[in-house]
């Protein structure tokens, strides 16, 4: 695949993100939640503090065919810098997005 292949894949996965994120919180506008431009390092969806507040994670969004899923998810704890939860979201083609979060913070907080 052609670099700019695959970055129009990532790109196209966090457009995804920040629209599912738009459509489920009320309240937010556009400007509150961005997608980075591809190659530029840290978060891949930023967030405004008033985004942050009602969805306080830190995202990477991966979609590839191969991946490493610890490496990426390190990527993830490593942008978060632990001001808020890593959430790593990966794709790949004709599967539909997973979210990754770490065990331990997922069953603390899961609320039935």
Not at 13 to 18: I, N, R
Not at 59 to 86: F, G, M, W
């Amino acid at each position: 695949m052609k670099t700019q292949s695959g970055k129009a894949k990532g790109r196209r996965l966090q457009q995804w993100v920040m629209y599912q994120i738009l459509d489920r919180f009320t309240g937010l506008k556009e400007d509150d939640v961005t997608s980075r431009s591809m190659g530029a390092g840290g978060e891949d969806v930023l967030l405004s503090p008033k985004a942050r507040a009602k969805f306080p994670f830190s995202i990477e969004a991966k979609n590839t065919e191969r991946l490493n899923l610890h490496k990426a998810y390190s990527q993830c704890v490593d942008n978060s810098k632990e001001l808020h939860e890593p959430l790593l979201i990966v794709k790949k083609n004709h599967s539909k997005p997973l979210a990754v979060v770490d065990a331990e913070w997922f069953i603390k907080n899961w609320r039935t």
